[in-house]
T-cell receptor
């Protein structure tokens, strides 16, 4: 089955700096890679996703890159703000059109310091 | 519209007891998933329902765990003879092939504590 590794487990940045979180996956058949943000005590929420037919996707301060050959993908947050502080999870799946069970990484605790 | 809801929000039980956790997916979503999140850990896939197809049970950790989805909507996750290692937050999610393809919407979770 799929295995997703995520690094780093904790990340502390100064407000305004960039943050990068990296994930690798094992199953070359995986074609869907979402990123979820989970604030303390709350449910995970999708912030961005990418499919295997593109190499990069951007949404305002957030971007995701995918390298299918190396089987890794990364989340980039620019101009970080205190409200970006949360746990971020990457995930991978083989999306069949009907649904997709996700294999998650172990999460990155991001802390944005003033 | 209403999001995914789960009940109860918290459940404390004694070792050996059975528990039932409920999930109400977003109306019209055909896919429903259960995940488990242990303290400080990522989300672990448990089981997945898609329409009328047989569920994917490949993530269930033991035969003490089972789940049903009645009428293609509400789902119940049952844990029999609970053990302390079952303590975790159980998250339900749903998705629709007709919506933003692939996005899973999560419920608030049920925090299960086994004493």
């Amino acid at each position: 089955g799929e295995n997703v590794e995520q690094h780093p487990s904790t990340l502390s940045v100064q407000e305004g700096d960039s943050a990068v979180i990296k994930c690798t996956y094992s199953d070359s058949a995986s074609n869907y890679f979402p990123w979820y943000k989970q604030e303390l005590g709350k449910r995970p929420q999708l912030i961005i996703d990418i499919r295997s037919n593109v190499g990069e996707k951007k949404d305002q301060r957030i971007a995701v890159t995918l390298n299918k050959t190396a089987k890794h993908f990364s989340l980039h947050i620019t101009e970080t703000q205190p409200e970006d502080s949360a746990v971020y999870f990457c995930a991978a799946s083989w999306f069949t059109g009907g649904g997709n069970k996700l294999t998650f990484g172990t999460g990155t605790q991001l802390k944005v310091e003033l | 519209g209403a999001g995914v809801s789960q009940s109860p929000s918290n459940k404390v039980t004694e070792k050996g007891k059975d528990v039932e956790l409920r999930c109400d997916p977003i109306s019209g979503h055909t896919a429903l998933y259960w995940y488990r999140q242990s303290l400080g850990q990522g989300l672990e896939f448990l089981i997945y329902f898609q329409g009328n197809s047989a569920p994917d049970k490949s993530g269930l950790p033991s035969d003490r765990f089972s789940a049903e989805r009645t009428g293609g909507s509400v789902s119940t996750l049952t844990i029999q003879r609970t053990q302390q290692e079952d303590s975790a937050v159980y998250l339900c999610a749903s998705s629709s092939p007709g919506g933003q393809v692939g996005e899973q919407f999560f419920g608030p979770g049920t925090r299960l504590t086994v004493l």
